[in-house]
T-cell receptor
Framework: DTAVSQTPKYLVTQMGNDKSIKCEQN?????MYWYKQDSKKFLKIMFS???????INETVPNRFSPKSPDKAHLNLHINSLELGDSAVYFC??????????????FGSGTRLTVV | AQSVTQLGSHVSVSEGALVLLRCNYS??????LFWYVQYPNQGLQLLLK??????LVKGINGFEAEFKKSETSFHLTKPSAHMSDAAEYFC???????????FGQGTTLQVKP
């Protein structure tokens, strides 16, 4: 029973397209995140939602729009995809700000390739 | 701004040898500190977390890390490397109250037979 699940696992698309990545967690956490891992494996936070409210919005192009229909789901929509958007996108969740003993739980990632 | 530095982007050890992966953070107030492991084509798995309860933190798979405030370090160790330990290891911090994980650059651990 996967705790944080993302779909799709792989996504190959052409430049200029619009795509979405979905994330769901069944841990009962109230906070969810999107992280981006670039080709050099560097991980950086993009967004965070707490109970459907946006609380962290890093310097990310406005082509990226997160949506949280409820506290168990956080989707990432990307408009007008560019080559530089190719990366692995990780969803994560936590209770509160991750200060509990288990911290943050990550999904297995979505590898996005823009061609 | 808070930052994390992992010394050595690539560490190679022999099976059975000591594993030492280095991590230093910059903060005037000790943050929460984490070590995560990433196996090829997989997500991030929590190895251990420092929350100020104890300076020596034991994690999964025989790993442990020691928080040293005077050195602003949180190095990860394992007494005896196993082939299955080969992976990417990330040190990360959460400045208290932010809910934001800040990652180091990662260290690739290679284990030779």
């Amino acid at each position: 029973d996967t705790a944080v699940s993302q779909t799709p696992k792989y996504l190959v698309t052409q430049m200029g397209n619009d795509k979405s990545i979905k994330c769901e967690q069944n841990l009962g956490h109230d906070t969810m995140y999107w992280y981006k891992q670039d080709s050099k494996k560097f991980l950086k936070i993009m967004f965070s939602y707490n109970n459907k409210e946006l609380i962290i919005n890093e310097t990310v192009p406005n082509r990226f729009s997160p949506k949280s229909p409820d506290k168990a789901h956080l989707n990432l929509h990307i408009n007008s995809l560019e080559l530089g958007d190719s990366a692995v996108y990780f969803c994560a969740s936590s209770q509160g700000k991750g200060e509990g003993p288990r911290g943050y739980t990550f999904g297995s990632g979505t590898r996005l390739t823009v061609v | 701004a808070q930052s994390v530095t992992q010394l050595g982007s690539h560490v190679s050890v022999s099976e059975g040898a000591l594993v030492l992966l280095r991590c230093n953070y910059s903060s005037s107030v000790p943050p929460y500190l984490f070590w995560y492991v990433q196996y090829p084509n997989q997500g991030l798995q929590l190895l251990l977390k420092y929350t100020s309860a104890a300076t020596l933190v034991k994690g999964i798979n025989g790993f442990e890390a020691e928080f040293k405030k005077s050195e602003t370090s949180f190095h990860l160790t394992k007494p005896s490397a196993h082939m299955s330990d080969a992976a990417e290891y990330f040190c990360a911090v959460t400045p208290r109250g932010t809910g934001k994980l800040i990652f180091g650059q990662g260290t690739t651990l290679q284990v030779k037979p």
